[in-house]
């Protein structure tokens, strides 16, 4: 089945999740738990993963954007490494300790992930301040940074920075992050879903299991 007809209804239980993760993307489920669990890196929950895993199977973005590295970094390059369709990612991240651990890791081999820092706006607002130089394009943005707590910030705006770089449309995923739904919402309405991207909430989860995220298109 199509993943995103199996997630469609977001009525599947962890196991029926987890089962799907192994038997169509067993490479990517391994790296996903290996990177959650083996590893002193940063993690996402399975169904996120495999949210990042089916998405680029089916949809095979050319130009991938991620806000915030960790084993996300190392399972999309993989993908696009096996797949082989000419897609890209570049990651941007602003804590030294991570982006050294990942760089150590092997996790950033298939990929280019800058060190950057983080600016803070007048309405309390952060972004990274990257270079758009050092993009082509963008397709999909996987927006899991900076954290806003940190920077005591309501939300950050990369991701209106890129739609007004280059003024085009594309896909995205916010990981979690209920703050940052919250103020794309309200930019863009409709165009920005919080879903909780196949997992039936009704059923018992776990933190590391998934959670809800914003989809959509902007």
Not at 127 to 133: G, L, R
Request: charged share 25%; hydrophobic share 30%; glycine share 8%.
């Amino acid at each position: 089945m199509n993943y995103f007809e199996f997630i469609k209804y977001n009525n599947r239980t962890i196991e029926e999740l987890r089962e799907y993760f192994q038997v169509n993307f067993s490479k990517y489920y391994d790296l996903w738990y290996d990177g959650y669990w083996s590893s002193k890196f940063t993690g996402v929950g399975m169904a996120v993963a495999l949210y990042l895993t089916g998405y680029i199977h089916n949809k095979k973005p050319k130009y991938i954007v991620e806000y915030g590295s960790g084993v996300t970094t190392l399972i999309m390059s993989t993908i696009l490494k096996d797949l082989d369709y000419g897609g890209s990612i570049i990651s941007f991240e602003d804590n030294k300790k991570y982006h050294t651990l990942g760089k150590n890791s092997g996790f950033y081999t298939n990929s280019d992930v800058y060190l950057v820092d983080v600016k803070i706006e007048d309405n309390q607002t952060c972004y990274y301040n990257h270079d758009m130089n050092l993009l082509k394009g963008v397709d999909f943005v996987l927006d899991d940074g900076p954290d806003i707590a940190k920077y005591k910030c309501n939300a950050s705006t990369n991701m209106v920075k890129l739609k007004e770089h280059f003024n085009t449309n594309f896909s995205f995923l916010i990981d979690g992050r209920i703050q940052q739904q919250r103020y794309y919402k309200s930019l863009f309405g409709d165009k920005v879903e919080s879903s909780w991207i196949g997992i039936d909430k009704t059923k018992e989860f776990k933190r590391e299991d998934g959670y809800k995220c914003g989809i959509g298109t902007i």
